[in-house]
């Protein structure tokens, strides 16, 4: 059995106030981030899914507001989630969360499986215009973008 202590984490990065509790807890089956979010700033840098992942956010303090599409054709929904409340997004449903409110935020992320290796952005390709999304990938090492029409590579 292992414990974490939420109080006693800190951010990965400094864009990002963001830290892996599933590494320290030692899980193999799903991913687990703990987040805390000023006013303003969000879980992602955009609209994404994760196609071979469900994901879920429980709300530990605040309030979040996603933008969610089931299919990347949909129609655009807006949900809130306060605190003590969790919401759901299925494997491929497009999803973005942010910290519109006054006041800080702090959330887990729980996605399973673990290894989610399968992204999609919604952005269109600035290269070709062919494609609605890009595939997230790693580009030397770094996070990046790739667009499965014409393999033009971005970097995130």
């Known amino acids: 059995m292992e414990t974490v ?27 687990m981030n703990y987040y805390v979010l000023d006013p303003g700033e969000a879980f992602t840098d955009g609209l994404h899914a994760h196609l071979d992942q ?26 809130t989630v306060s605190e003590g409340e969790l919401v759901r997004f299925g494997a491929g449903e497009y999803q973005q969360g942010r910290n519109e409110s006054d006041e800080r935020l702090r959330a887990l992320a729980l996605g399973a499986p673990q290894g989610s290796t399968d992204v999609r952005v919604a952005a ?7 494609s609605d999304y890009l595939e997230f990938t790693l580009i030397d090492g770094e996070p990046g973008m790739v667009c499965p029409e014409c393999g033009t590579e971005v970097e995130a």
Not at 56 to 79: C, H, N, Q, R, W
């Open 5 to 31: 202590d939420l109080d006693g984490m800190t951010a990965d990065a400094a864009e990002q106030e963001r830290q892996s509790v599933s590494g320290p807890l030692e899980a193999s089956e799903f991913a």
């Open 54 to 79: 469900e994901e879920a956010f429980l709300i530990l303090e605040g309030e979040a507001t996603f933008e969610t599409k089931p299919a990347l054709d949909a129609e655009s929904e807006t949900v």
């Open 124 to 130: 269109p390709c600035r290269n070709c215009g062919d």
